[in-house]
């Protein structure tokens, strides 16, 4: 990583693109509610998939979680995943989150209906439907 730890314009693409791994069945171009498992989403985060983060310095992370959120009409599905690595002796995490897809029909499309910004407590105004989703998911696990 440069300095100030900055995510490289590679890695962060590498990032968002592996977040719609924890769809179930994304892998197989047929995404289905449901979160995929645990073995499919490392080998694509940090392992031999096409956007995998292996040839990075974020290769040697650790893949800690690989959490559901809920989008509209209560749908639950794969929403990301949380990494962890140590760097200069710091602990850093990366939270991914994927994006609305049209395949996952209409509960993705109502989330994003949901148009409007809301607050995300100091980060600044967010779209509303993220935040829905982003509050649904399990407490994200940070402990190593």
């Known amino acids: 990583m440069p300095v100030n730890d900055i995510l490289t314009p590679l890695e962060a693409s590498y990032i968002a693109t592996n977040s719609y791994f ?7 171009n047929a995404p289905v509610a449901g979160v995929e498992t645990r073995a499919n989403v490392h080998n694509s985060v940090l392992g031999t998939g096409a956007t995998s983060l292996k040839g990075t310095e974020l290769g040697r992370a650790n893949l800690k979680q690989i959490f559901s959120g809920t989008t509209g009409m209560g749908t639950s599905s794969g929403f990301g995943y949380v990494l962890k690595y140590r760097k200069d002796h710091l602990r850093h995490t990366v939270i991914a989150t994927r994006g609305t897809r049209p395949e996952m029909g ?4 109502l989330t994003d209906a949901r148009a409007g910004m809301t607050g995300f407590g100091d980060f600044g105004p967010v779209h509303k439907g993220f935040k829905n989703t982003f509050d649904s998911a399990p407490q994200v696990q940070l402990s190593s």
């Open 106 to 109: 209409i509960p993705d499309l």
């Open 22 to 28: 924890a769809l179930k069945d994304w892998i197989r």
